[in-house]
């Protein structure tokens, strides 16, 4: 996901051209061996402020831990850089850990992937990663849920969606879509959401077709195109009790992150 930002017009076309040299066929789902290298990190931590979680209304004086779901995670570079991003940390020598505790999981289709994540986690005991197809309705009730027990709680206090929606549209079609921004919803209090736009789209159906594989099974049928970004935010404010509370400007990829909460939620509000 180099760490120079390249500018929107040319880089909305860079990366949805992008070509995976040693197996392109990987990157069906989405799941780019090596998506950090031409979409690093600071593409979107540039653009969320190191304070979120008091902005959410999570006061450092509570106790109990803040709990983040990112979904599509990877090898968990960018999880990794955002739970330092939000807790001040820089690499530095002589920091402090923060009063308040924070928890993030990340969850990704590809196993070798989550393998990766896992061996490069600089935090086993607060950072956490799962091979998890989101797709999967009682998966993600058995694992996401399982998870939350732990804590005694029912949702998690933010979730990412960072670039997923494109590929879970391509290979399941429109109700996947739907069925995904429903069912964040109901599994997090706050949703940061990126959505791919539709010219990148047809850059993946291009692809495959340039490298000789299977087109994707639905492209041609599907009914949510155009500007996707914001049928998906139709769909949380309208279908999900969800109000967008921030738009951070958009990626060096021309892609706008969006925050939406829960109606009525408020940070460690009841």
Known sequence: RTNMAAPAGDGVKEECEQVIQDDPGAA???????????????????LIPANL??????????????????????????????????????????????????????????EALIQRAQQSNPFPETV????????QEQACRAQLGGYLGRFGRASFDLGLCLAVTMWVHLNHGDPALLALLSRLPR???????????????????RRLRRLGRRDFEHFKELGVRGDVAGQAREHLERRCGMELVRAFGSTAWDRSLLLFRRRGAGGDSP
Do not use: M
């Open 128 to 135: 956490s990663f799962t091979q998890l197809d989101v797709t």
């Open 28 to 46: 069906r789902f989405g799941n780019f061996i090596n998506y950090y290298t031409f979409n690093p990190p600071e593409n979107r931590l540039s």
């Open 187 to 205: 599994l997090c209090q706050h949703l940061l959401l990126e959505a791919q736009p539709w010219k990148c789209y047809r850059a993946a159906a």
């Open 53 to 110: 979680l008091e902005e959410l209304g999570y006061s450092s004086d509570n106790s109990a831990p803040i709990l983040i779901l990112d979904v599509g995670c990877n090898s968990g570079d960018l999880s990794v850089a955002l739970y330092r991003h939000l807790l001040g940390q820089d690499g530095s020598p002589g920091e402090t850990q923060p009063s308040r505790e924070l928890h993030l999981l990340g969850c990704d289709l590809d």
